[in-house]
């Protein structure tokens, strides 16, 4: 007698067709049929099982063959196992850092809850020469000048939950806390006072112009603008922008970008940072770690010092703009003495008029001097060419391995050999000493005019609540 037909499969089928109507009726929240399928997929083969044991017990006081699991039936049960593997595996990811990177709330993913608003007001006196602290570990930080001596904390607070009682309850938990102590005012966002429950905090912060600030925010954008006193922050995952302050800025950034400009003292920014750009900042600049996207600079009045695993540089103020990433430095009016070390890199300078020491390997190198002064270059795998006034005097020596050498001045000496080139001789009486040394690649002297200069690029203004193959490091 041919066996009777498996009913294992439609079961399995049919119990998987009911939590889903279940949840596209909104019976059941998705997050939760999520939740369910990844820790008690295994009970779909148990129930699998036990169907196939009662049909074989069947067949037997039946006295017929007991049916097989089928081809249907190996494809299901792998296609099920596949799917629970995969969900458990997700299940154990960290979702909340997820979550926070690419800032997905409630109405972009309803599987995670619904998305609930609330805003608050908090108000009291500012001590006179107080500070401010502020902390939020999700959530974008504005600051602006007061116009009174108080400090205003307008609150604006986004909660993921399945339901309005719950979000409510959580807004409860997670209330900013505003804290006086002598005359340090501290500012607490509070997110995590739901615990795992997401809670997105904004906080828009009016306290008087002197007070000096310390600000500290986790996947969370920062604005500050209006500021006499100095301001220190620690951002992760987020965006700083900075306008209008007279007091030293410090900042500490973990994959976080920052936007800086008319600022009146010193700028020191360290870590690991996306993209950077300062603009018309009265003091000095010191740039520390790894800068992983792109660094702008415009019209720094004092020292510059920029150092990452792969750059170092030091000059003393730019009347121009410098442009660097990960394969271009570009520079317009720099005031040396130039001192730079870097690779891979194609390098241009335009309005040279100070010592230059460069040193760079796998990329050419360019130099457009104003007014001579004392040169240094070294290069290797790629061209050196320097643009020189037509009437300047200078004093040459310079050498190349595998390139020649190429000069617009008769009064220089050229030995153009088979593997190496050399070139010495005084121009135009002598007068600063040009020393360039190159592996791999041409060195060409050139008679040119001055270049002008070009007009400095305006920093794109970038605010706070601005949503952002890793590149190589500058």
């Given amino acids: 007698m041919r066996p009777n037909r498996s009913f294992a499969g439609p079961i399995v089928l049919i119990l998987i067709g009911v939590f889903f109507l279940l949840g596209n009726m909104h019976v059941i929240e998705w997050h939760r049929l999520w939740f369910w399928f990844a820790h008690y997929w295994p009970a779909l083969l148990i129930l699998w099982g036990v169907v196939k044991l009662i049909e074989y017990q069947q067949a037997t006081r039946s006295g017929v063959r007991a049916s097989g699991i089928g081809a249907g ?7 099920v196992v596949l799917a629970g593997l995969t ?20 109405e972009d993913a309803p599987w995670w809850g619904h998305s609930y608003t609330y805003t608050d007001d908090v108000q009291q006196a500012f001590p006179a020469g107080g500070s401010l602290k502020v902390s939020n570990e999700r959530g974008a930080v504005n600051i602006n000048a007061s116009d009174d001596n108080q400090i205003h904390v307008a609150v604006h607070k986004r909660i993921s939950a ?8 959580w807004n409860k938990q997670t209330r900013p806390q ?4 002598g005359q340090l005012v501290t500012v607490e966002a509070n997110t995590r006072g739901a615990g795992d429950h997401w809670v997105n905090t904004d906080l828009d912060i009016s306290v008087p112009r002197k007070a000096s600030l310390t600000v500290t925010t986790r996947h969370g954008d920062i604005s500050i603008m209006g500021r006499d006193g100095g301001a220190s922050v620690t951002s992760q995952d987020g965006s700083v922008s900075i306008t209008d302050l007279n007091g030293a800025v410090n900042l500490s950034l973990d994959n976080s970008s920052a936007h800086l400009s008319q600022l009146g003292s010193d700028v020191t920014i360290q870590g ?11 003091g000095s600049v010191r740039l520390d770690g790894d800068f992983m996207e792109s660094l702008k600079l415009s019209r720094i009045a004092k020292a510059v010092s920029f150092k990452t695993t792969r750059t170092d540089m030091d000059f003393n103020k730019l009347d121009g703009y410098l442009n660097l990433d990960s394969g271009d430095l570009e520079a317009n009016t720099v005031t040396g003495p130039l001192r730079l070390r870097t690779r891979s ?4 300078l335009n309005g040279v008029t100070s010592d230059v020491r ?5 990329g050419a190198v360019e130099i457009h001097m104003n007014k001579l ?5 070294t290069n290797s795998k790629g061209d050196i060419r320097v643009y020189v006034p037509q009437k300047a005097g200078f004093v040459l020596e310079a050498q190349a391995r595998d390139g020649e050498i190429q000069s617009d001045f008769n009064a220089l000496k050229i030995d153009n050999g088979d593997s190496r080139a050399t070139a010495t001789g005084s121009v135009n009486g002598g007068g600063p000493r040009m020393v360039l040394n190159n592996e791999h690649g041409t060195i060409e002297v050139r008679s040119g005019a001055m270049v002008p200069t070009p007009p400095t690029p305006p920093a794109a203004p970038k605010g706070a609540r601005v949503n952002p193959p890793e590149p190589s490091e500058n």
């Avoid at 505003?178 to 102590?181: D, L, M, Q, W």
């Avoid at 690991?272 to 750009?277: I, P, T």
């Avoid at 002064?373 to 270059?377: C, F, I, L, S, Y």
């Fill in 162 to 169: 399945e339901e309005q009682s719950e979000a409510d309850n």
């Fill in 373 to 377: 002064a004392n040169m240094e270059v």
């Fill in 87 to 106: 969900a458990t595996s997700l299940s154990r990811m960290d979702w909340q850092s997820f979550r926070d990177q690419f800032h997905i709330e409630g």
């Fill in 345 to 348: 890199k194609d390098i241009i």
């Fill in 358 to 362: 460069l040193q760079n390997e796998n």
């Fill in 272 to 282: 690991r940072a996306k993209d950077v750009s300062l603009e018309d900042v009265k």
């Fill in 73 to 79: 039936g190996v494809i299901l049960i792998i296609f």
């Fill in 178 to 181: 505003v804290t006086v102590a």
